[in-house]
C-alpha cells in the first residue's frame, strides 16, 4: 500500500503542477506585449539548449501544432523553463513543422 500511496501523491503533484504551468502564461498577460511576445530564433536556440537535455531533440515536424501546445507546457515543468521560453519554443516548434 505504500507504493500506493506515493504513487497518488505524485499523481496529485503532477495535477497540481500542470494547473501553474497551464495558467502561468494567462495570468502575465497584462504585462509588457514587447517582452511577452513570442520569438522564433529564440525558441530555437531553447529548444537546441534545453530539449535535448534529456532525449533526442523531437523534431517540430512530429506533432501538429495543436499537439505541440500541451506538450510544450508538460515539457516546461520537466525542463523547468520560464514562461516567456516555453511561449518562444511553442512559437518555434509551430511554425517549423
Ligand atoms: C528534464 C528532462 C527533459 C527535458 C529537459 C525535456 N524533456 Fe521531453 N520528455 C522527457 C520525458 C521523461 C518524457 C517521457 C514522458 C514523460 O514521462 O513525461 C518526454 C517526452 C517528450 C515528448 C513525447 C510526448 C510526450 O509529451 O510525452 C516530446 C515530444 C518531448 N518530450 C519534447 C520535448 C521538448 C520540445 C522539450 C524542450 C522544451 C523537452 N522535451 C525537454 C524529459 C524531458
Known sequence: ???NTSHERE???RTLA????LFAPTAGMAGDAQ???ADISRGAQTWVNNCARCHNPRDPKEFRD???KPITY???VRAGLTGQQ???VLKFLQESN
Open 66 to 68: 495543436d499537439l505541440w
Open 18 to 21: 500542470l494547473c501553474a504551468v
Open 86 to 88: 516555453t511561449r518562444d
Open 11 to 13: 499523481k496529485a503533484f
Open 74 to 76: 508538460h515539457m516546461r
Open 35 to 37: 517582452d511577452r511576445a
Open 1 to 3: 500500500m505504500k507504493m
